[in-house]
Every structure is written in structure tokens, then in C-alpha cells.
């Protein structure tokens, strides 16, 4: 509750639009459906203009059941990632029109909200094929939530040619997420080549002293390039995500 | 060189306006001046818009001085970040209108060419008081490109009241940074908060389990709000670089 | 065996109701069932007022049901954490009225002596869903120890109205455990607004960089707030077993 | 501000009593001192019962000056931790009565506010003479909070003797707090003696791979001992804190 | 070959009673026989007085196999640890007086050399149930290296009278090995109980921070106790063949 | 596109023999087949002289048959490495004169292109019997490169009798190289021995503190001999790959 | 206290000899001299055989001299370690026959009680110049417990001769120490080379990934000849002692 | 001592040229001179080729001037490397014609063998300016040792122009050095632009979360690029010697 709402509240008690027992109740009530296992924020879409979104791993496909009930009654759409192999047969029987990508382990449930377009593209590129999964995630986050992805596979520097041929195109997109594990050193190279925000996503792809991750994530961390932003290993959701959140910022220009 | 600087020298070379030699030369010589200990890129801030950054850390004196002149023979505005005590008075000694902040430990050299302002607003908060140089260079490194910072010190999780006390102001920012050392805790909550991308900035603050900001880096890579990004241990600069590239799509909007 | 008993001890020998080598026998006599693959305590209900505690993990089903059936004959309770899901099954053929709680992997085994009530409440509350087995360990043994445990779940910071909306039920509790993993910052800000002990169980949910628990654990340990205590990754018999012993002090108030 | 202050606020506005202008100031309004460099709690005394506390490794001399500053204004007492050596030497200049500890490295400057004796106490034992200046630090905190400590020093594992001799007396304590560097194993065999909380302090105190305090720390985490909580490395300002903390429990007794 | 035996080849080359051929083969020649995935020492026994030992783990069946045909062709012993559970049950079928502890994963193989007595007695003690697999593994090392073990199982610091009750039959030992996991606390507990060499087992029996054993080793390299050395994670072998090799000096004594 | 390349390209279009639109093509066009899932190199053999080299793990068998179609397509020989065992029953069956190791992990079908041979040997030398399936990759990779690879297995330096009896052997070999799991230690040895370039591969194989190949990473990454380089945990194909680019410097030889 | 002097001080009872008064005071004095800062134990020589030793770093200047003048007055020998440079030119001045060991940090004074000399000899050999402090160290325990030592330095595997060479005189010794950073490969070989216990010590000598001693310690953990036990990274002194006590077997063989 | 000469030592026992202990001498007497702190290795230049190199880290002066007079007495030169600034001005002081380099940190004495020349060049270049000390230590070496280096500074991945303007220069290099620290990424890049063996060298340049090198060390091991071999963090010297080692094959070429 932001300080317009309260003040609003406030106007309201004082000209007796309101009683003081409703204005304490919808100051402490909340939008959020307590499952026992699970607070559902059911305001989400409202309050950040995107669907909610269910990290599926580890939960019980009992627990997914729940929480898409009560997305659903709300009129939520719903987004889920990191699916495991039960979950997505269990919930191709259930749910009809359900959108699921294996590769990228994600499902859809559209809602009745319509999500808004969003100006802009984002390229997600890929050091190897093995850090496709991480990609595709990023690529349906980045669909889901109403822009523009596009995907190039497996330009790790190794072959330097193989990115420098698509590098115009690259150079067009507002945002650019790039995904590697074993040196990590692409996002280096591609922060070299562009001048727009580059996501840089570690994957646990590599073997030995790849460390399941942490080599590709210290050196992007440490990467060279002034214009590169880590997140996680393996994070392709929180990559697309917050590169929606850059492109928003296209909508807010002048 | 892109594609269409390259169809330019072919279409040049066809109709005779230019040599094989000139074309080769053309395409071969870039503007880096090689002194020897430094490859100093002089076409920066036409290419990218921004002036060139120098890190002076573990840097002689007299090679920051060698490449300040190759600069500034250039017409390039140049910035220092990371100077060593001994740097900020020999620097102080010999160059009369240098802006140095030396809590930040930066210099700025305005050239020839004009940094155009940049439009939105950065907010730059930090969790405690000894997070404050980190989060001066993120500041500096915003000013000096052109775009509006504003700074909110000692903020942290602890005293949750002190943060929610300016939550309005900070929501009116399009991009957060957030500096924190021991827990890291601090871009966790400011993201659930806000609905703009946050750059978290771990910081070598701290003792014991802290290892020298391994602890914050962890807790943000980690962090719950999917609107965290990420750079390196104490890198204010980097923070600064990437929310104003962030802004710059505030330009390219509709 | 204390100075007091070692007295009273003394004082029968010098007075010759008991003989040297009756004396001698208590001394080193002790009463551990020695069964060659565990030690068995068979005087801490007496001694510590709590029942024995057996680890399961890794114990074979026959050494399980050795070391209840010799608490059994000494008229112990006994609580089991870390069931894996063999143990349960068959568990569950053999003692009749036990309790099981697959999600906590505890079971609990009611003896001849009554385990006292202990006054207080304890609020455990968790980050997300799947920190939830860890959070039921803690109040399956808060429970079984003879306190008042109470269950908030999935009240992370990323959406922090929903702890706000709880904050005065919690703050009624003597002790509050947070139970977290991923970035582990929900002790931080807890610890910020209650004054009790806050106990922190890192929990090894999440990926990548989050290590199996060694991220939150780090977060944790740093939290800025002063009233964190931490135990070990998934350690929720601990949080429990701790916060009672501190209820204890309630009966010891003046 | 807590649910019951709302609804004064809220029932002042309602009669009358106070304008929607005087209470949106109120909520928002806090006494937090802001300086630039510190955000400084001037309520926090009256609001968990005990004076600020100034972290001063780190902070310039100015800093810890502008701090004092607000606090005596607001008549609080302030409590000074992990003092550098030009620190105390600059502060015995500047304030008469002020206590400094220089082998705990604290300061104490008493406020007008009393601060309430708290029943109970804390043995505060160390494994090895160079573990002294954390417990100090235990041992001041827990004294200018009012409470009672005691201290025994140097009785590690390797003699087990020395702690045997003590046993009797530490039984008898409310809190235990334990501090140890090295193989940090003297928690888990006091935790095993006793049947209160143990608050173990790992030290940096040590060689090789102790890695200034990892080995204790890991060692104490995993401490067999069901009673033993952790604190991050050389806290002994928070070891003493929260025992204090346990400690009010005993007020809050029947 | 030694200085003794190149000096007695050399005088049968200048004496006639060995051409040079002969020599140069006996010391280019070695008892070891080559299997293309091994080379096996068939001179051992000869040359340590002790049975060869097989390292089964990662070994396919037709390996060993290979290996102990070599063995006992040249009438050795050879001793087996580490075995997986399929090859438990290949080997059980095909060799008949075989001697094989499940618990410790070892087969022992007799050849038709006899390995002689050793004197003295190695006291084997874990601090839990779960350290039983690597306490039998050194148990069984000692025994059929013809020494005399003594095995005292969950013992740990926890429970400090479970120690102390047997403390002076573990005093007669000449050796002993302590095998913990978790906080690995016991070896320096025992160190500082007895004035003979302890060997320390760390074991990756534990949970959370306890890292399969990275905690223990730590604790029993940082031992306060002077007489403690160290061996690998679970390295139960080790800790028996080092105990053996310190029970011959008292073959050597006066 | 080299200097040379690019000169000739830009003399046709200044001769008027290629038109402005070819040049541009055949600069941006690339011999990469871009299937989606993989960029597969088309040129390698003609640029490097070597066939392109299939890294099998984690691609879907889908992925893997599509990669071969384009090289068999394009002519190529291709060589795979780190095959799963489904993998390798899959290919068994498609592919009839496939050449597959089992042990190595490695398939190798030769396409129309013969390999050149390659003078000098190098001798690939293990410590255990475990590391020989890296060593085999190593071997094969050798092999199938058209050079000349030795075997010597189970050499480790615990026996250094096994490995000085074939020092001499060994010493004539222009490349070394060392797999060696555990304690690493034989490429410092063996590097000791030889005065050439020793390639060192720290394997996977041990168990405690080998921390799957650290330990034995960072022995040879310290190894005291100055001759020793080395490649990441595992690597066969990689020390093979170098040894035999090493080798071709014999060719350019005078 | 053990079971032997109970029997005796429980007949003393009995029989009148001495009251219960004079009963428990023996048993719960204890001649550990209380300093507040240190608790020195003034019966160990007589219980060890061996006099007390302190542990200089981070001790004060007045700590030392406190404790030597406890012991000085109990008769009582003192070794101290770990000197540093302003502690040994203070030691100097104050106790006129004092040994100071300035390479290996140790300081020897005798008391009134006669170390009795222990037959057999303890072989100290290093890796490498740099290792030499700490071979001291271990050299000059050795000599002050009653023993023989012999040093050898600098004869690490990089040049096999160079041990090789001594190879026979090493086989003599009843211990070998083998001291050595970097690689720390020198005890796998050494262990391969003699038949008594090895003590590897790891140093901090070394740079880049040696990590402070991390990296010999793991190899030596690792080393592959069984016969090898590990102290911690620089623990000369443990390795010392450690091996004196191994000689104590002598005397008491058959 | 190999085969051969073994060979000719028993004919020359066998026909009487030499006695029995003449020949013992030989095998047993070694070129290493003895010194205390060292063992001088006074054969290396005859048997390797190379001077002897020392390491000079962590010697004092006296050990530096006893090892240099060994050597110049056999008439061998010396190359030392990693001196301390007290070093070089010492030696500055007592040796005439000394060649140092204080960047690279190195000193040359040269001795009456001539060092031959070595055909072929090795490119050594590094991503910034702060990697320069540890590329001119390799630089040194190579030049010591006999062979030609080349240096390119400043050519990191961030401008990948600055690199690709020098690559027809670098492909003709026949090893390549690539120096990098951060993200160390450039020897992935320039490993896919030549067809040569790349020695990768980390360096301990860099903040944060490059971690003293740890960042770029594992990078360089997972390179994608197959020809890339690693040496330690800032071994400048390790890969200028390897460097020359393998530029030695081109003299054996046909």
C-alpha cells in the first residue's frame, strides 16, 4: 500500500465513506491466498502488470494443483517453470489448453487478463547446444510476458566466425541475454560487440572444473565488458524476466 | 567496422574513389594507441557515446599519464575509477580543473566533446555507512555520463522502517542500485518493492563469514525477487555504466 | 556424576552403607545400553527432562529397531528424525501407535513418563513452500518436547506484505525460527522487526549458486540484524530443540 | 508501527482529534537522524530496551563523532564495537567519562536513560588465551546491557581437566557462550555438560587451515550437541547480544 | 634394489659369477606384472612384509579377477577394500574360503605366505553409529596385517560419560584411531585424554555444513591435541596400515 | 578471413571479376551449417587439417545424428567423445563401420578426407588403473589425429620402481603425457624425468578430499618441475588434441 | 583421575586415612595454574613425560613472561613456537640462558627436571629451500622432547637424484617427516620409498593456486602410498611431537 | 643415470678399467651441491640444455649469494625470477654485469656456456596492462632460454578490434602466451583464431570475484577451444619455459 492508496483511505474515514474497522481491515487484509503450503499473491498482474509465476521444482504436483486453482479463480494467468518429467505428464492430463515446452521445462495457463505487448526485442544467444534448456526458458519467459525474443544457438568463441556473421542483427536487439557454461567467456565477447545491456546466464553445462556452474559464473562476473549483468546458474527464467522489465523502460520514453 | 561501413568502402572501391591500399589500410588500422603498456581506444565516445574509463589500480603513474594524453590529444573526456592515494595527489598535482571524489576514488577530465544528458532518474541506496564508497563511484560514474543520480545512505534490513520511510521516492526511479555488504539481504527486499530492474552491488564490507563479499555476491545471486541483477564484488562502476545504458532505451521509445 | 552426588556417595562409603567396590561400580557403571553399533542413553529423560532423539539417516532397519526396543524397556519415549522412506514403511508395520509425519520424516514413540508442558509459544515461519519439511521438523520436535509451536509458510521478502500482514502475531512469540534458502534474507528482516531470539535454518533448497544451503547459511551468519542465531543447513531439529531449551528459562523467571 | 498504534491514529483522525495532514506526517515521519553517511535509530532504546550500537571498523572518525553527536542529543547511551586503534586514542581525547575496553576493542558512553538490570547470567568460557579479545567483547556487550556475565578462560579440549574442574559452576549459569578458534571443539563437549542454550563463537584465531575461522566455524555448525546455536566469526558483540536476549525471558516468566 | 644389493650384483660381475647381461636384465627387470589395466607388485609381501591390497572401487569384475590370479599364482594374500555391492556377490561365488565383512566392504584373500603377529593393540573408537563402516574398514585392515584391534563404537563428545567409562582400557593401547563425522570433535577429545599417537579418521557421515567431511578433516587438522595426525575422508585402510606400521617399533625395540 | 584472403576477394572487385553483392556474400556467408540446436563447422578439416569433434554429452541422440548428416554430407571424418551408453548402443546400430571405444567413450567415422600422418610419438602414462578411461580418450584422440600414441598404465608414484623401469621408453617420446587422479603427483615426477613438455590431466578418480579431480588440479597446476602444463579435470581429448598440435611443429621443423 | 587412584583414595576413606573434606578437594583440585588470561598446566611433564609448551603468536609480551615464570617456579622446562620477531629480541633480554631458534620461530628453556633421552631417530627432509622454518620447527621438537633428528633440505621430485641419492640413510630412520608446499608430492614418493610411517607436512611456501597451502595439503591427504598421515599446513611442531611419540613405541617393545 | 651409461660403466667394472667402488661412486655421487638451505643441481645446463633457475621468493639474501657462487664456480649462467625489491638492489650492488628486469622481476648472470639459439617465435600477449609484469617474466625466460619472443599489450576481449588488427601477425607465432586476468577470457578467443597450442596464464589481477586469479585460472581450463593448456596463476616463467620446450621439437624435425 503506497502512499497515494493510504491517503486516499484517510480521505475516506474522514468523510465517513468508510468506517475505521473497514479501513483496518483493508489495511492488514491482503491479496494473498494462504494454502498451508503456499501464499498465493493474487494481485500480482494487477500490481506489476505480469501473470505470476510458479517455480515448480520441488513441489508436490498436489501443491501445483492448488495454486493454479487459485490463480485461476482470480483470473490469473499463470507461468511455471523448471518443470519436472511427472509434473508435465500429470499436468498435460489436466489442463487442456495448457502450452508446455519440454526443452525449456515451462507450461502457460492463459488467464482471462490479457497481457499488454511490450516494444522492443530481446536476443538471447548460446555459447553450446547443451545450454539450449537455460535459452528456451529466457526465450518463453520473454514470450509469455507480451515481447519480442529471438534465439541464436551454439556461437561460443571457440569459433569466433559464427557469431561475427550474425552480428548486425544481434546489434539491432535493445537487450541481449547470453547463455554459457564451461569458460563463460561469450558475454564478454558480445558485451565487446554491443552497446546495450547484455544478461549474462552461467549454465551448469561443462564438466570438471566447470563446478557444476561457478567457472562461467566468475567470469562473468569479472567480465571485462562494462555492459554485462549476471544472474544465477541456470537462471534463463530471471534473464528474460528482468529483460522484459529493461523494455518497459522503452514505453515510459518520451 | 558493421556491414553497411563495409558495402560504403566496397561501393568506394568499385567506383574508384578508393584504393585497394586505402580499403585494406581502412579495414586493418583501428584508432587504438599502443603505447607499449596500453591499448587506448580513441574512437569510444564516438562509437559508444561515452568517454573511456580508466582503472588505475596496480597502474603507474606514468602510464596513467601516458594514456590521460593520448586521450585528451584525442578531444576525449576521460574517467578514473579506483585511484590509489598516492594517485589522487600526484593527479591533484598536474591537472587543474580534474574533479576528483576521493571517498569514491575517482577522477573526471571533461574533453573537448559535450556528454549529452541522458533522461530517468537512478537511485542508489545502500544498506550501511561503510557501503558509501562503492556506492560515491555507481553515483560519480552516473553523473559523469550524462544521466541523474540520487543517493540514500544506511538503509538496511535491520531497520526495515528507515527503508519504508522513503519507498515512495525510490519507486519513481527507473533503475535501483542497491549496495550491501555482510548479509546482502538489502536487494532482496528492495526488489519485492519496487517494479524496475535492480542492480545489486555486493561489497567487501563485513568480517568473519562475509569473506570479503562472497557472502553478499551469494545472498544476490540468490535473491527471491526476480527483478535482481547482479555485478561484482565492489564494482559501483559497473553498476553505475549499466543503469545508464538501461536509460538510454527511455531515448529510443516510441 | 556431580560434586553433590559424588558426595553423597563419599558419605555412604565413610559411613559403610555402601562398600568400596559398590561404590566404585556406580561411579563406572553408566547407563548406556552398549548395543556395538550405538551407545544408548537410557538415563537423559531423567538427566536432560527430554526424551532420547535417534538420527535415522544412514541406520540400517535392524539397528532402528534395536535401539527403540532398548528405550522401550527403560520406559523412554523416543522421537526419530530424518526418515528415509523405507524406514517408514516399515516403521509403521511394527509399533502400532506411532506418529509419522512424512513431510517433517519424524516419528514419535510415547513412553511410560510424561513429558512435561513447557509454557511459551514459538512462531516458525518459512521463506517458501519447499522450505516446508525442514520448518515441520522444527515443530514436530517443538511439539513433541512439550511446547506451543505455531506455522507461517512461505512469507519470503520478495513480497514482504505478506510477513507484514502476520508481524503482530509474531511478535507475541518468545522466540521466532525462520527457516529460508535461496538467498536466505528473511532472518535479517524478521530479526529487524521483533526483539526475541530469531533462530535462522538455512535450508538447502534452491540451484546454482545457491550450493545445497551454503549461501542462505552464509547470508545468515552475516545477518545485520543482532538477535540471529544460525544452525546448520536443514536443520530444523536443532531450531526446535534450541528454542524449548530457551522456553525453559520462562519457569526459571522469578 | 503496530496494528494497535494504527487504530489510535486512525479513532484521533475519526473524532477529530488529529487532520489527515498530522497523520500521514506521523506514519511516514521517523526518527531515523539522517547524516548522509549514517542513518542513525534515535528510538531504539525505547523500543527494544537497549542503547544503539555503533559498528566503528570502517567508519572515519568524523562518522563516529556526527553519531555520538545524535545519540547524547536524544539522551541515549551508546555502545561502541571492533574499535581501530587511532579510534580509541581519538575518543579518550574527545569524551571524559567514556569507558573503552582496549582488549575488546568497545566503548561504552552512558545516556540519561537507565538501563534496566536484567536476572540471570551468561558464563562466557574460552578454549585458549588469543580467543580472549571476542569474549571480551561478549562480556562487555552483556554488561553495559545490563546483565551479568562471567568469564573463564583457556580451558580447550586438549586439557580436559581444566574444564571439569569448572563444570559445577558453568552448570548453574542461564546461557552458556562459547568461544574458540582452531578445531572449535569445545562447544560441542560444553554442550554436552550442560542442558541450557550454548552460543559458540568461532574465532579467527588459529593457522593453516583453520582459514581464519571456516575450520571452528564448520566444527561448530555441525557440533553433535543438540543445544548449540552459532554466530558468525569473532561476533562476540552478538553473542552477547542475544544471550541477553534469552536472558528476558526469564522476566517474562510466570 | 639398494645400495646392499647393487654392491653384491656388482661383485658378481667383477668375479665372473654374472655376465653383464645378466645384471643389467635383474635391474632393469621388476617383480611387477603388467595386465595392460594394472601393474601388480608381486614382490610385496617380500618387500614390506605386508599382502598386496586391492582398491576395488571403479575396478570392473574381470580387473580384479585379473589381479588376484597374478596375486595368488605368486602365492601372495591380497586384501580387498572398497567393494561395491555387485562385486560382493561375483566374488562370493567364485572364491570359496573367502573372507568378506559387508559392513567394512573388504575381502581378504589367503595366500601361502603367513603374515606374522604383531604385537601390541590399536583401540578403534567412532563417535557415532554411522562411523561404523570406516571403523570396521580400519578394524579389518589391522587384523589381517596381523595386529590386534579393538573396536569401541558411538562414543561421541555429546555424551562425554559414554567416553570417560572406558577410558582406561583405551589408555593401554599403543595406538588409537578415532573415526568421526559431523563436527569431528572426538579426536581431540581424546587426543588430550591419552599420550599415544591418534590417528584421526574424518568420515562424510552428516548433513548441511558438514560437506561429506570437509568439516571433520578440518576439525582433526586444526586438533588443539598435539598427538593428532590426519587421514583422508573415510580413509579407514589408511588409518589401519599407518597404525600397524607405528605397532612394528615395538618390534624394533630394545 | 584472413589478410590474404581479403586482398584477393577486393582485387576481384576491383578487376570487375566478382560484383559488389558476391563479395559482401561470400565475406557475411560462413561454412557453419545452423541447425537449430547446433552450428556445425563445415571448413574445420580444410582450415585446422583436423575433423570436427562431436562433445556427445547432454545431446539428445536426435541432436547427435543430425550433426553427423551435415559432416558426412560436407565429406568430413568426425570423432566423438564422452558418449553415454545409450549413445553408444544408438550409434551401434545406424552407423555400420563406426569404430567405438567403449572404455575411451569415443566413436570415430571416417569420412571422405584422408587424415594426414602426423610424425613423433606421444606416451600417455596413468598412475592407476581407474584413469585409464581418460587416458584411452587421450589415446584415441592421438590416434585418430594421424599421430602416434603409447600406453603405460598404473605407474603411480607410490611404486616408482613400475615407472623407472620404463623411464628410458619414455624418454624418447616427444610429448608426455600424465593421467593421474588422487594426489596428482606423477606429472611432477614424470616431469622430473623427461625434458619435454609434459601435459598433465587431473582425473575425477579418488574419493574424500580428492574433491572429484581438485586435488589432484591443483598438485599439477604446483608442480615443482618447470615443464609441466595443464588441462582441466577429465580431459583426455583436450591433452591429446595439444600433444599432437605440439607434434606438427616437427613438420615445420627445418 | 584414574580408575587406580579412586581405588586408592576410596580405601583412604575407608580406612580413615583421610576425610571426605580431603577426598573431594583432591579429586576437584587440579594443578592448573589460573592466569585470567591463560591456565597453565604445571602437572604435565610429570603426567606426559614431555614439558609444556606455548603457543606464542598473538600472545602479549606480559602473557609469555607469565606463564614462563608459572612454569619456571613449578620446575618445569618450557619450549615456546611461533615466535615473533619483537617477542624473540624481548625473550632475549630477560632469560640469560635461553636457546632462541630464530629460523624456526622457537624458544627452549630449561627447567630443573631432566628430559630423558628416547632412542631412535626421526629423518626431516623438505621439498624445497622455502619449506626450511618449518622443517626447523619439527627439527628443534624433536631435539627438545629427548630425541634424534636429521635434516636433509631442498631434495624435491623435481629432481629425483637429489633424493635418491640419500635414499639409504632415510630407509635407516624409524620416521620420516617430509616438509614440503606447491605440489607437496614429495611424501607420495617418499612413502613409496621406505617402510615406516611418513608425516607429511604442507606449507604455506608457494604462490598462485599452492592457496596458502591448500594445495600440497589435499595432495598429501591424497598421497596414494599408504603409509602416509597429515598435520596441518605449517604444524612442524605437531609433526615433532607427533613423531616422538611414535618412538616411544621403542621402548616399549618386548 | 639411463641404460646407456649403466651399460658402459658394467664394461668398463667388467674389463677392469674401473674398481667396484669407482663405479659405486659414480652411480651414487651426484652434481648436486649440498649447501644447508639448498641443493644446488650443478649438471642441469649439460643434461637439459637450459641454466638452472632460481626461484628467489621467500630466500634471504645470504641463501641467493651462496646458490649464485655454486653455480658461477661450474661455470653455469643463472636466471632468477621473482625477485623482491630488497633483492634487486643488493644484487644491483655485488654483481657487475647483471642483466634485471624490475617489471618482470627477473635478474640474468650469464655463465662461459653459450646458450644455443632455438628456431621459431613465440607471441606472448596479455588483455591489459596490469598483466604486463607476469607476461615480460615469460618474455625473459623465452629470451633467456634462447629463443624469440613477441609482445602485444592490452588487447582484451572487451575491444576485440585491438586483437583482430594483430592476428595475421599472431598466426604466424608458432606458440602463442595469452596473460589474462578478470574473466580470462581471451585465451578462449584467441585459441579459435590459431591453429596452434595456446598456453593460458592466469593472473591475480583484478577485484572481487576474481579472487586472486581463481576466476581467470578457471576459465582458461574450461576453454572452449581445444588447443588451450594452463599453467599457474602469474606463471609467466612455467609458460615461457614450456613454450621453449616445445619450440625445441622444430630441431628435431625432419
Avoid at 569466433?160 to 556473421?165: D, G, N
Amino acid at each position: 500500500m503506497n502512499q497515494a492508496n493510504l491517503t486516499l483511505l484517510l480521505k475516506q474515514l474522514k468523510d465517513g465513506s468508510k468506517t475505521i474497522e473497514e479501513v483496518q481491515n483493508i489495511i492488514s487484509q491482503s491479496s494473498v491466498a494462504e494454502l498451508g503450503y503456499a501464499g498465493v499473491d493474487l494481485d500480482r498482474a494487477k500490481r506489476c502488470g505480469f501473470p505470476e509465476v510458479i517455480y515448480c521444482q520441488g513441489k508436490s504436483i498436489e501443491w501445483i494443483h492448488g495454486i493454479i486453482k487459485e490463480l485461476h479463480q482470480a483470473g490469473q494467468s499463470c507461468f511455471g517453470t523448471r518443470l519436472e518429467p511427472e509434473q508435465i505428464s500429470e499436468l498435460k492430463k489436466v489442463y487442456s489448453p495448457i502450452e508446455i515446452d519440454p526443452l525449456a521445462r515451462t507450461f502457460w495457463l492463459s488467464g482471462t487478463q490479457v497481457i499488454p505487448k511490450i516494444p522492443g526485442t530481446v536476443f538471447v544467444v548460446t555459447a553450446g547446444s547443451t545450454d539450449l534448456p537455460v535459452a528456451r526458458e529466457a526465450y518463453e519467459t520473454i514470450r509469455v510476458l507480451g515481447a519480442q525474443p529471438e534465439l541464436l544457438v551454439d556461437v561460443g568463441v571457440a569459433g569466433l566466425h559464427r557469431l561475427l556473421k550474425h552480428i548486425d542483427r544481434i546489434r539491432k536487439a535493445n537487450i541481449v541475454i547470453v547463455v554459457a557454461g564451461m569458460d563463460g567467456a561469450l558475454p564478454s565477447v558480445v558485451g565487446g560487440l554491443v552497446d546495450v545491456p547484455v544478461i549474462a546466464v552461467p549454465t551448469s553445462v561443462g564438466y570438471g572444473a566447470a563446478f557444476q556452474g561457478v567457472a562461467p559464473l566468475l567470469t562473468m562476473l569479472n567480465a571485462c565488458s562494462a555492459n554485462v549483468l549476471v544472474v544465477n546458474i541456470d537462471a534463463g527464467f530471471k534473464a528474460g524476466y528482468t529483460a522484459v522489465l529493461m523494455l518497459r523502460q522503452l514505453q515510459k520514453g518520451n
